[in-house]
């Protein structure tokens, strides 16, 4: 029988690395291989601190009781930290390849070979713990966490760790953590640290503290589908789906601090296509985990608020049905609503979701929503629809004042008068579905025979239509679902459902035409418009080329000087932002 048998209990959060080495001391061994081959079978091993292979021997020489070798590989290695950002396939494989016989390809398979995250060199430890350690078990061991990348304090004692400097073992050694402080040396692994530093480091620390204790770990490898929400939410993605890559590093490089950001070879500036472009597009590379983690707690706060968000929170609104708020309906503030238009807010980036019921109500309300109430709040109302209406004119029929009317229909007192003064809102009822051609006819003529001729109140039609105007031809401005449109009074007549007004009866509309006037555009005019719109969607892409906006505002070969000068205006001033980017210094980028 080998003495493989008797491999000690591994301690909370001990290294497979530290059980070896504390069952080497204990045998008094006097070559680690000899140690290799009573554990593992063979001396052929490599003692490998992150992630060992072997495994399977290991765990049926050892005979410890409830430790397998996938238990040994989640518990005790550092699978936790990079299987979940790997492709699911790839992370069973590395998997098999830990518990099987041959490593050679563990580490290129991950892509840690590639990276520009330099693998531990030297084992860390606190020395808090480390005393702390010696009082509960009578020795000291390397804990997990302490080796992990992006991890310069423990968290516990908030203390900057420690590395061995002397003695150190050899490449086929075991670095054994003594039992008395005398018996080694040690230095900080970083100088004093600012506060605002402390802080960041003490939540990393956290966040992968966190991860790779799940039992249950999400698959993070393409996450592009989940932080694009939060993307959005914050203002880092057009309506075109396009990432604001500038604005991204901007913030992410103040969020965090350059200083920071280099400590853990992390900048994004260093290059254009920067890991953090890479982590918010299509997965075609696998990012190094501590990027990714760097990226969900600038976006979510922290990991534990990202693994607490629901599925519905990707979503600014959530999933439907939604209530309807139109308060003259008899399904108000019931879940009826089930279309809902989500575009972004111009000025704010903030996520603006149109909801439309069938009883005609529209309303509109910036996201995205933080709560359960947030769902019951109206903002903008779009339309009032057919049941508003009939309910407005039982209230005037019924003699009711017009404030206690705005209290049955939800909204204020002026719009009450106004729309009763004005006599927009005219139907009582829906009007009758007619199932022939012949039908429709008969009842139009009966209509137009028997209905009493009214005047047309031009100056108050004409106050009301230039509202009208004036919000749609701002929609349209604020529009930037597709390519910009041109705004002509067939556009807006169009949209507003009043062209025949506005062509024919444009004499007796002078506020109308006047406020219009304001925003009609020359060709000129809406293709600088269109420029500026491009140039917003190559946001990110430095330099600007000219061919790129030419081709997205769709400018045709002959266009204007004035639209010349446009362009020139946005290459020139991307070019001034990549010179000055670009002289802060470059890196290259691996995973």
Known sequence: MTRGDILPIPYPDELLYSVIARYHLRTSNESPKWTFREIFGTENVIPTIDLPSHLEALASRSK???MSADDWINRHTYFPFYAPFLPKERANRLRKLMKGRDGSGIHALVGIT???????????FCPSCYEQDIQRYGEPYWHRIHQLPGIYLCRQHEMILHEITEPLSERYGLTILPISRRMFRSVPISEPLPD????HLIGIADDIQILVQLDDPPALYDSRHTILPRLGEHGYVTVGKRIRQHKLEEQFLRFYSRELLELFDSNPM??????????????RWAIHPLRQMLLIRFLYGSFGEFLNRSEDNDEPFAHGPWPCLNKAAEHYNEFVVSQCNITRCSDTGRPVGTFMCSCGFSYSRRGPDRSVED??????????GYVWASKLEQCMHEGLSYRDAAKILGVDTNTVIKYARSGMVEPIEQPPKMKSKKAKKSLSLTVSRNAPKLRVDWEKRDLELSWEVESVCKTILADSNSKPVRISVALIGKRIGKLSWLEKHGDKLPVTMSIMANYLESVSQFQKRRVRW????LT???PLKRWKIEKLAGLRPDYSQEVSDEIDHFIGQSRYIYTVVFSEGTSTWQH
Do not use: P, V
């Open 534 to 537: 491009a140039a917003e969607q």
């Open 64 to 66: 410890l009781q409830g």
């Open 540 to 542: 990110g892409e430095w």
């Open 114 to 124: 590639a990276s520009a995250l330099d693998r531990l060199k030297r084992l860390r």
């Open 375 to 384: 769902k019951f709040h109206r903002g903008r109302i779009k339309s009032f």
């Open 270 to 283: 260093d290059r254009d296509y920067s890991w953090l472009a890479l982590s918010t597009r299509k997965a």
């Open 196 to 199: 605002r530093l402390i802080d």
